[in-house]
């Protein structure tokens, strides 16, 4: 038997952790015996509105209490949690109605109208902090508060499908990677204890929000393993706002994405932050580009452990060690998987050479939801075929090198985007940059995208002087044939780079 309310929730009373902080908010902090209670009047509460074993319960909420305790009450009755971005439009929200089949969603203020122009009268809809409820929705506040405090945990195992991890979506419509209870618990042990050595003194601050498994894991699971605590604050994510927490929480681990590490780097006020009290940041979601992690190292000082994971792997596979991270690098595989780089045979290629990442280990998702053909050529049992193209050296350690759906054939031979991208975000004036390809007189040339820092004008002579940049660092054929300055870059909800998107620019 095992549950993931159980573990990481219920188990804290059992050791005697009731008193220790869970959670910090904006408005003040959760105990895990607070949290413990309310997850059981929310999972009455889910129960009551037909929420059942195995159903997917779809959570369109901002990050918060409520947040966490209704994801960890869907757990603790058996249910399956569904997470999605709380600023998408209604026709997005349409196809997650759509595709979860959930008859129970959580919603609130910034979400709500958007879903009712969705659709969801036939669905019963939990709203925290909304007015005015309509026949079929229903304010959280009050409903908890009439609820039991008592639930019983539903008789699940490490087998029984638990979670649904929404890819990114940049390729195409998300799509779930379904997980059985295993995949938290294991990527906990392997990971969070593993690599990250996290321990009850730990306070998590998650850049990315809670709907991003990523964070969420981090934030608000990992922790809970040991008696720590996390962090969930419900607005946008900008550096002010991290500088901000991270003033007043102090906490010991920063869960990072490398745009925001650009965004922070650059901010006007970086040299007089105190983030003394990081023992590491981590980054992840896209890779680490070698010369930011040297301007972050200048700026701040605080060590990065760079790593690379999946929804399809439920979390982080490979990454760095703490005290022993290589820039340039995803690290080494983490406890517990291996890896392979393998060439279109299939065979293992030598070290040194790139190939395509495939993954083993005991968090490969069951399949995508719905989707058998794909499921097919990416699951083969616990082994999943990532698509990322990787070398490795002979020390074991990784080195990313874009998607193979993303390359382009630029004079006759492929070139990555990602390797022009982390060659121009070394110079000193840029924040961002995005490559996608372009057509001239038939032929394919890379576009760079750039976003500027603070106060440096885009001009003719900056565009030529980094290409330039470019030119001299890598072959001739990769040096940008056109730059753009640009104010940002598109972005999935996860924050990685939405290269459909950029492509649609070119």
């Known amino acids: 038997m095992f549950n993931v309310a159980d573990y990481f929730v219920d188990r804290n009373l059992a050791l005697g952790r009731g008193d220790r902080t869970a959670l910090f908010t904006p408005e003040g902090a959760t105990t895990y015996r607070e949290l413990a209670g309310l997850v059981n009047r929310v999972g009455n509460v889910l129960l009551d ?21 209704t994801w960890y009450a869907a757990q603790k009755i058996g249910a399956v949690t569904a997470e999605v971005y709380t600023f998408l439009q209604p026709k997005d929200y349409r196809y997650f ?40 929705e229903h304010d959280f506040a009050t409903l908890v508060a009439q609820a039991s405090g008592t639930l019983d945990t539903a008789p699940t195992t490490r087998d029984d499908v638990a979670i649904w991890k929404f890819t990114t979506g940049s390729t195409g419509a998300p799509k779930a990677c379904v997980h059985t209870a295993n995949s938290p618990i294991v990527s906990y042990e392997s990971y969070a204890r593993g690599v990250l050595d996290i321990d009850q ?10 709907f991003f498994g990523y964070a969420r894991d981090l934030a608000a699971l990992y922790p809970f393993g040991v008696g720590g605590a996390g962090i969930a604050f419900p607005e946008r994510t900008t550096a002010e706002r991290i500088f901000e927490l991270i003033a007043r929480f102090r906490p010991t681990i920063l869960v990072n994405v490398p745009t925001m590490m650009s965004a922070m780097v ?25 010369e930011l992690h040297r301007k972050w190292d200048e700026m701040f000082g605080v060590e990065v452990v760079d790593g690379i994971g999946s929804s399809e792997a439920y979390h982080i596979y490979i990454s760095n060690r703490p005290g022993a991270a290589r820039q340039g690098t995803c690290g080494q595989v983490v406890p517990g998987y291996s890896a392979r780089v393998v060439g279109d045979d299939g065979t293992e290629v030598p070290d040194g050479e790139v190939g395509t990442l495939e993954v083993t280990g005991g968090t490969v998702a069951l399949e995508y939801f719905g989707d058998k053909e794909k499921s097919a ?31 382009l054939k630029s004079g006759g031979i492929w070139v990555a985007p990602s390797e022009i991208e982390h060659c121009l975000i070394g110079h000193e004036d840029v924040v961002e940059c995005g490559v996608a390809g372009f057509e001239v007189d038939g032929l394919v040339r890379p576009r760079a995208y750039v976003v500027l820092r603070e106060g440096v004008e885009g001009t003719p002579e900056l565009a030529a002087a980094l290409r330039e940049y470019v030119r001299a ?17 598109p972005r999935t909800t996860n924050g990685k780079l939405d290269r459909r998107a950029l492509k649609a620019m070119s």
Do not use: M, W
Not at 114 to 133: C, M, T, W
Not at 266 to 287: F, I, K, M
């Open 49 to 69: 509105l037909g929420a059942r074993r195995g159903e997917r319960v779809l959570l369109a909420l901002s990050d918060g209490v409520e947040f966490v305790a």
């Open 97 to 136: 109605l759509d595709y979860t089949g959930a008859r129970v969603v959580i919603a609130d203020p910034v979400t709500l109208d958007r879903l009712r122009e969705a659709g969801i009268a036939d669905r019963q809809v939990l709203v925290v902090g909304g007015n005015d409820p309509q026949d079929n």
């Open 201 to 210: 003194d730990d306070i998590v601050l998650p850049v990315p929000k809670l």
């Open 266 to 290: 650059a901010h006007p006020s970086a040299s007089t932050q105190d983030l003394s009290s990081l023992r590491l940041c981590t980054s992840a979601g896209e890779a680490l580009p070698a």
């Open 377 to 407: 050529t990416t699951y083969r049992g616990d082994t999943v075929h990532t698509g990322d193209l990787f070398s490795r050296d002979a020390d074991g350690f990784y080195v990313y090198h874009g998607r193979a759906d993303d390359l």
């Open 473 to 489: 660092r890598l072959a001739g054929h990769k040096s940008p044939q056109e730059i753009r300055f640009v104010t940002s870059l």
